[in-house]
């Protein structure tokens, strides 16, 4: 397996919840900005499932050496790379905020996922799993930097799923709502709308296996943002949302 993001609460849990289910990896690599995080987390499943992985750093907001990943080579990818921002007023209107949340949750990201796309469509094989948001499905004024750059990638991650149907790949769209992560610690959260990692990662293992196109996190997500993508234009610019 090769994780994108592997600080990621999210695909802790998602490898956890793999391993505890029988899958079989001979090598799970680990990408990461930071190592020493990482490497602990690596500890771990080598300790509790005798699971051989790799550490390798891949900071976004630095130039990347592809050739390092020559020999990285699985028939999963899971991608959990994701960078919330600053959402207060000024940090909407920041650039080094705004440049930063579209870097690393899209114009950074794609280039680092077309790379292994392609060696998948080479093997014809293989899945891809990428976390997007609900924020992606419509703008809001509480995050519409973030939700942009999500809306980006779910549409790339739709492209990808069509570019790669007759390749014998499938690509898997997470839509996650309000999650319990480090990323979102002090945020006036609903915690019946809000997964736990564990939770999120029983519901994406749960849609890998089955096939699915796309998949809400946690499931009433999908209920909810249907009705938000169908609110009329001259009411919604209105609301508080």
């Not at 990408?31 to 995080?37: A, G, R, V, Y």
């Not at 080579?73 to 991608?79: D, E, K, T």
């Not at 994701?82 to 080094?96: I, P, Q, R, S, V």
């Not at 980006?152 to 690509?171: C, E, I, M, P, Q």
Request: net charge positive.
């Amino acid at each position: 397996m090769i994780v994108l993001g592997s600080t990621s609460e999210v695909a802790q849990a998602f490898v956890e919840k793999a391993l505890e289910e029988g899958e079989k990896y001979e090598k799970i690599y680990l990408f990461t900005s930071s190592k020493e995080t990482t490497e602990r987390f690596a500890r771990h499943i080598d300790v509790k499932f005798f699971q051989q992985s790799e550490v390798i750093e891949l900071d976004l907001m630095k130039e990347i050496d592809y050739n390092t990943f020559d020999t990285v080579s699985s028939n999963v990818l899971f991608c959990a790379t994701g960078y919330l921002g600053e959402g207060t007023e000024e940090g909407l209107y920041d650039h080094k905020n705004t440049e930063k949340i579209i870097d690393i949750n899209y114009s950074k990201l794609v280039p680092v996922m077309n790379y292994f796309a392609l060696k998948f469509e080479s093997r014809r094989s293989g899945t891809i799993i990428g976390l997007s948001s609900v924020a992606g499905d419509r703008g809001r004024q509480s995050n519409f930097i973030y939700g942009s750059a999500k809306a980006a990638f779910t549409a790339y991650l739709s492209g990808l799923r069509n570019y790669l149907f007759d390749k014998k790949v499938h690509v898997l769209t997470v839509k996650p709502g309000f999650m319990a992560t480090k990323m979102t610690e002090g945020l006036p959260l609903n915690p019946k709308l809000t997964a736990t990692p564990k939770q999120a990662a029983a519901c994406i293992y749960k849609a890998y296996k089955n096939g699915k196109n796309v998949a809400y996190v946690l499931p009433v997500w999908g209920i909810i943002m249907m009705v938000i993508r169908n609110i009329p234009e001259f009411i919604f610019k209105k609301l508080k949302l």
